[in-house]
């Protein structure tokens, strides 16, 4: 795996009592409920849950993109409040724009006014960091779901984030793809130190590449949101074996934790 420049040094993250409230009145829904979380320099946390748990709204708060209703989210110490924080999202879909190239795509992470020379030597080195380097002018139609996907996430490298925000960024990838891009993942957060938060629905994928999973839950009461319900240590060194009998045992752990036994019985 080729190095990139454009990994910054990694940040720490951190929240603080977060909760997230929408609506009003008979409309009110609490989806998360003071949050208390710390992710250090350097760490692969995995957010697991049912769907409307609030994974990708937590997500979405640390990536600036939504503010809590309560609480504080720090990047670094610094608080994120409508000021840019130091992360990149990458989404479910690949939201290339169609009529650019890949090149052009990517370019778009880059702060207005980047002097020509350096935007095409970060772009460059964001594809190559990738495996993309001599797609860079293709455009998205003409390459394949897994390498729109690998754009998207050249076009989060090349703004040098503190922190790598991945919202089920494979979801929509077939079962093959879906691997490579974990591998690829893996080994740019290895070769990087990356701090990489991702929301995942896939008990495996969590266990491939995070340190830490961490579950989040409604309580025995709905209307307080939902919270940490579970926090998983995965001791295991990266990369790491898909077989090892060790992951297969807090793959059942997790499965149990969150109301799915791992076999089931007539």
Known sequence: MQTTSAWAPPASVTLRGVSRVFGTGADRRVVLG?????????????????????????????????????????VDDVPVDGVEPRAAVVFQEHRLLPWRTLAENVAFGLPDGTPRAERQEQVTAALSAVGLA???????????????????????????????????PFAALDA????????????????????????????????????????????????????????????QTRPRDRAD????????????RLGVPSHHSS
Do not use: N, W, Y
């Not at 849950?49 to 989210?73: E, F, N, W, Y």
């Open 34 to 74: 003071d949050v208390d979380l710390v992710i250090g320099p350097g760490e692969v946390v995995a957010l697991l849950g049912a769907s409307g748990s609030g994974k990708s709204t937590l997500l979405r708060l640390v990536a600036g993109l939504d503010r809590p209703t309560s609480g504080q989210i720090l």
């Open 134 to 168: 001599d797609f860079a002018g293709f455009r998205p139609r003409a390459v394949s779901g897994g390498m729109a996907q690998r754009a998207a996430l050249a076009r989060a490298l090349v703004r040098r984030p503190g922190v790598l925000l991945l919202d089920e």
């Open 176 to 235: 093959l793809t879906r691997l490579r891009m974990q591998d690829l993942v893996d080994d740019l957060q290895r070769t990087s130190g990356a701090t990489i938060l991702l929301v995942t629905h896939d008990v495996d994928e969590a266990l491939q590449l995070a340190d830490r999973v961490v579950v989040l839950a409604t309580g025995e009461d709905p209307a307080a949101g939902a919270g940490i319900a579970h926090v998983v240590e995965v001791p």
């Open 245 to 256: 009998p060790h992951l297969a045992a807090l793959r059942a752990q997790l499965l149990e």
